[in-house]
T-cell receptor, first 113, second 115 residues
Framework: EPEVTQTPSHQVTQMGQEVILRCVPI?????FYWYRQILGQKVEFLVS????????KSEIFDDQFSVERPDGSNFTLKIRSTKLEDSAMYFC???????????FGPGTRLLVL | AQKITQTQPGMFVQEKEAVTLDCTYD???????LFWYKQPSSGEMIFLIY??????QNATEGRYSLNFQKARKSANLVISASQLGDSAMYFC????????????FGTGTRLTIIP
Protein backbone atom coordinates (compact mmCIF):
# COMPACT_ATOMS: atom_id res chain seq x y z
CA GLU A 1 0.00 0.00 0.00
CA PRO A 2 1.42 3.41 -0.94
CA GLU A 3 2.44 5.61 1.95
CA VAL A 4 3.88 9.00 2.77
CA THR A 5 7.44 8.85 4.06
CA GLN A 6 9.36 11.42 6.07
CA THR A 7 12.99 11.87 6.98
CA PRO A 8 14.54 12.18 9.44
CA SER A 9 12.35 10.60 12.09
CA HIS A 10 14.06 12.67 14.78
CA GLN A 11 16.20 15.79 14.62
CA VAL A 12 17.91 17.74 17.36
CA THR A 13 19.23 21.19 16.51
CA GLN A 14 20.56 24.29 18.19
CA MET A 15 18.47 27.44 18.33
CA GLY A 16 19.18 29.64 15.33
CA GLN A 17 20.17 26.77 13.05
CA GLU A 18 18.43 25.93 9.80
CA VAL A 19 16.62 22.61 9.43
CA ILE A 20 15.11 20.91 6.42
CA LEU A 21 12.44 18.30 6.89
CA ARG A 22 11.83 15.98 3.97
CA CYS A 23 8.76 14.18 2.77
CA VAL A 24 7.92 11.93 -0.14
CA PRO A 25 4.15 12.12 -0.76
CA ILE A 26 2.13 9.40 -2.43
CA UNK A 27 2.99 9.55 -6.10
CA UNK A 28 -0.38 10.33 -7.71
CA UNK A 29 -1.46 12.86 -5.08
CA UNK A 30 -1.83 16.50 -5.99
CA UNK A 31 -2.19 18.31 -2.66
CA PHE A 32 0.60 18.43 -0.11
CA TYR A 33 0.55 19.70 3.43
CA TRP A 34 2.65 20.32 6.47
CA TYR A 35 1.14 20.14 9.93
CA ARG A 36 2.69 20.67 13.32
CA GLN A 37 1.89 19.16 16.71
CA ILE A 38 3.48 20.64 19.80
CA LEU A 39 3.80 18.00 22.49
CA GLY A 40 0.44 17.31 24.13
CA GLN A 41 -1.47 19.67 21.86
CA LYS A 42 -3.63 19.35 18.79
CA VAL A 43 -2.41 19.08 15.25
CA GLU A 44 -2.17 22.49 13.55
CA PHE A 45 -2.14 23.28 9.86
CA LEU A 46 0.95 25.06 8.59
CA VAL A 47 0.80 25.19 4.82
CA SER A 48 -0.73 23.59 1.76
CA UNK A 49 0.90 23.25 -1.64
CA UNK A 50 -0.74 22.63 -4.97
CA UNK A 51 0.43 23.02 -8.54
CA UNK A 52 3.91 23.98 -7.40
CA UNK A 53 2.87 26.85 -5.23
CA UNK A 54 1.55 27.60 -1.77
CA UNK A 55 -2.25 27.56 -1.82
CA UNK A 56 -2.81 28.47 1.81
CA LYS A 57 -0.74 29.11 4.91
CA SER A 58 -1.56 29.68 8.54
CA GLU A 59 -0.39 32.50 10.75
CA ILE A 60 2.19 30.10 12.17
CA PHE A 61 3.87 29.89 8.77
CA ASP A 62 5.88 33.09 8.96
CA ASP A 63 8.95 34.19 7.03
CA GLN A 64 11.12 31.66 8.85
CA PHE A 65 9.32 28.84 7.05
CA SER A 66 9.44 27.85 3.41
CA VAL A 67 8.35 24.86 1.38
CA GLU A 68 9.61 23.44 -1.85
CA ARG A 69 9.00 20.57 -4.21
CA PRO A 70 12.44 20.47 -5.76
CA ASP A 71 12.25 17.40 -7.98
CA GLY A 72 8.65 16.29 -8.44
CA SER A 73 8.79 13.68 -5.71
CA ASN A 74 10.21 15.29 -2.57
CA PHE A 75 8.38 17.95 -0.58
CA THR A 76 10.46 19.86 1.93
CA LEU A 77 9.84 22.20 4.85
CA LYS A 78 12.68 24.53 5.76
CA ILE A 79 12.92 26.46 8.98
CA ARG A 80 15.61 29.12 8.50
CA SER A 81 16.45 30.04 12.06
CA THR A 82 14.90 27.69 14.56
CA LYS A 83 13.43 28.86 17.85
CA LEU A 84 12.78 26.88 21.00
CA GLU A 85 9.05 27.02 20.30
CA ASP A 86 9.56 25.25 16.96
CA SER A 87 10.09 22.04 18.90
CA ALA A 88 7.24 19.81 17.76
CA MET A 89 6.27 16.84 15.66
CA TYR A 90 6.00 17.85 12.01
CA PHE A 91 3.71 15.84 9.80
CA CYS A 92 3.65 15.82 6.05
CA UNK A 93 0.39 14.78 4.38
CA UNK A 94 -0.88 14.35 0.86
CA UNK A 95 -4.26 13.89 -0.73
CA UNK A 96 -5.85 13.27 -4.08
CA UNK A 97 -8.02 15.75 -5.91
CA UNK A 98 -11.20 14.25 -4.53
CA UNK A 99 -11.94 13.99 -0.81
CA UNK A 100 -10.56 10.78 0.60
CA UNK A 101 -8.78 9.82 3.76
CA UNK A 102 -5.90 12.21 4.27
CA UNK A 103 -2.64 10.31 4.30
CA PHE A 104 -0.11 11.37 6.89
CA GLY A 105 3.53 10.51 7.08
CA PRO A 106 4.99 9.12 10.30
CA GLY A 107 6.26 12.56 11.35
CA THR A 108 9.59 14.16 12.20
CA ARG A 109 10.13 14.95 15.82
CA LEU A 110 12.13 18.19 16.00
CA LEU A 111 13.80 19.29 19.19
CA VAL A 112 15.36 22.76 19.34
CA LEU A 113 17.83 23.30 22.17
CA ALA B 1 -13.79 29.16 9.49
CA GLN B 2 -14.13 25.64 10.75
CA LYS B 3 -14.06 24.44 14.33
CA ILE B 4 -13.91 20.98 15.88
CA THR B 5 -14.79 20.37 19.52
CA GLN B 6 -13.89 17.24 21.43
CA THR B 7 -15.14 17.59 24.98
CA GLN B 8 -13.69 14.41 26.44
CA PRO B 9 -10.01 14.89 27.26
CA GLY B 10 -9.75 11.31 28.53
CA MET B 11 -11.78 8.13 28.72
CA PHE B 12 -11.29 4.78 30.43
CA VAL B 13 -13.14 1.78 29.02
CA GLN B 14 -13.14 -1.88 29.94
CA GLU B 15 -11.75 -4.21 27.29
CA LYS B 16 -14.39 -5.66 24.95
CA GLU B 17 -16.87 -2.90 25.66
CA ALA B 18 -18.00 -0.42 23.04
CA VAL B 19 -16.91 3.18 23.35
CA THR B 20 -18.19 6.42 21.84
CA LEU B 21 -15.86 9.37 21.34
CA ASP B 22 -17.67 12.67 20.90
CA CYS B 23 -17.03 15.23 18.21
CA THR B 24 -19.02 18.30 17.28
CA TYR B 25 -18.15 20.70 14.53
CA ASP B 26 -19.00 24.07 13.10
CA UNK B 27 -18.60 25.17 9.53
CA UNK B 28 -20.17 27.42 6.92
CA UNK B 29 -19.05 25.21 4.05
CA UNK B 30 -21.98 23.47 2.32
CA UNK B 31 -19.95 20.36 1.59
CA UNK B 32 -17.30 18.90 3.83
CA UNK B 33 -15.69 15.75 5.07
CA LEU B 34 -15.21 14.48 8.59
CA PHE B 35 -12.31 12.29 9.65
CA TRP B 36 -11.09 10.40 12.64
CA TYR B 37 -7.43 9.68 13.28
CA LYS B 38 -5.73 7.51 15.86
CA GLN B 39 -2.41 8.56 17.33
CA PRO B 40 -0.68 5.86 19.38
CA SER B 41 2.16 6.67 21.73
CA SER B 42 4.63 6.21 18.88
CA GLY B 43 3.25 9.43 17.39
CA GLU B 44 2.08 8.59 13.90
CA MET B 45 -1.36 9.66 12.68
CA ILE B 46 -3.43 6.71 11.49
CA PHE B 47 -6.49 7.42 9.38
CA LEU B 48 -9.51 5.49 10.67
CA ILE B 49 -12.69 6.60 8.97
CA TYR B 50 -14.22 9.25 6.72
CA UNK B 51 -17.76 10.62 6.43
CA UNK B 52 -18.90 12.95 3.67
CA UNK B 53 -21.47 15.56 4.58
CA UNK B 54 -23.80 14.35 1.83
CA UNK B 55 -23.36 10.66 2.47
CA UNK B 56 -26.70 9.08 3.19
CA GLN B 57 -25.36 6.32 5.37
CA ASN B 58 -23.06 6.41 8.36
CA ALA B 59 -19.54 5.29 7.52
CA THR B 60 -18.23 1.99 8.87
CA GLU B 61 -14.74 0.47 8.74
CA GLY B 62 -14.43 -2.80 10.59
CA ARG B 63 -14.87 -2.09 14.31
CA TYR B 64 -15.12 1.65 13.67
CA SER B 65 -18.33 3.42 12.82
CA LEU B 66 -19.18 7.06 12.62
CA ASN B 67 -22.47 8.25 14.12
CA PHE B 68 -23.13 11.25 11.89
CA GLN B 69 -25.93 13.58 12.89
CA LYS B 70 -25.80 16.48 10.48
CA ALA B 71 -28.54 18.56 12.08
CA ARG B 72 -26.73 18.36 15.42
CA LYS B 73 -23.34 18.86 13.74
CA SER B 74 -21.93 15.84 15.46
CA ALA B 75 -19.69 13.06 14.17
CA ASN B 76 -19.06 10.65 17.01
CA LEU B 77 -16.71 7.71 16.60
CA VAL B 78 -17.94 4.37 17.89
CA ILE B 79 -15.44 1.59 18.51
CA SER B 80 -17.04 -1.78 19.07
CA ALA B 81 -15.48 -4.58 21.12
CA SER B 82 -12.56 -2.46 22.29
CA GLN B 83 -9.08 -3.99 22.47
CA LEU B 84 -5.99 -3.09 24.45
CA GLY B 85 -4.39 -1.87 21.23
CA ASP B 86 -7.08 0.77 20.92
CA SER B 87 -5.44 2.78 23.71
CA ALA B 88 -4.33 5.98 22.00
CA MET B 89 -5.21 9.59 21.31
CA TYR B 90 -8.10 10.04 18.91
CA PHE B 91 -8.54 13.17 16.86
CA CYS B 92 -11.61 14.31 14.99
CA UNK B 93 -10.94 16.52 11.97
CA UNK B 94 -12.79 18.14 9.12
CA UNK B 95 -12.11 19.83 5.83
CA UNK B 96 -14.13 21.44 3.05
CA UNK B 97 -14.74 19.36 -0.03
CA UNK B 98 -13.66 22.19 -2.29
CA UNK B 99 -10.49 24.16 -2.16
CA UNK B 100 -7.17 23.02 -0.82
CA UNK B 101 -8.67 20.53 1.62
CA UNK B 102 -6.65 21.45 4.70
CA UNK B 103 -7.72 19.62 7.84
CA UNK B 104 -8.87 21.32 11.02
CA PHE B 105 -8.36 19.16 14.10
CA GLY B 106 -9.95 18.92 17.50
CA THR B 107 -7.95 18.72 20.71
CA GLY B 108 -8.28 14.98 20.93
CA THR B 109 -9.47 12.35 23.39
CA ARG B 110 -7.06 10.03 25.15
CA LEU B 111 -8.64 6.59 25.28
CA THR B 112 -7.33 4.00 27.71
CA ILE B 113 -8.58 0.44 27.52
CA ILE B 114 -8.52 -1.38 30.84
CA PRO B 115 -7.90 -5.16 30.78
Amino acid sequence: EPEVTQTPSHQVTQMGQEVILRCVPISNHLYFYWYRQILGQKVEFLVSFYNNEISEKSEIFDDQFSVERPDGSNFTLKIRSTKLEDSAMYFCASSEATPTGGYFGPGTRLLVL
Amino acid sequence: AQKITQTQPGMFVQEKEAVTLDCTYDTSDPSYGLFWYKQPSSGEMIFLIYQGSYDQQNATEGRYSLNFQKARKSANLVISASQLGDSAMYFCAMRPNFGNEKLTFGTGTRLTIIP
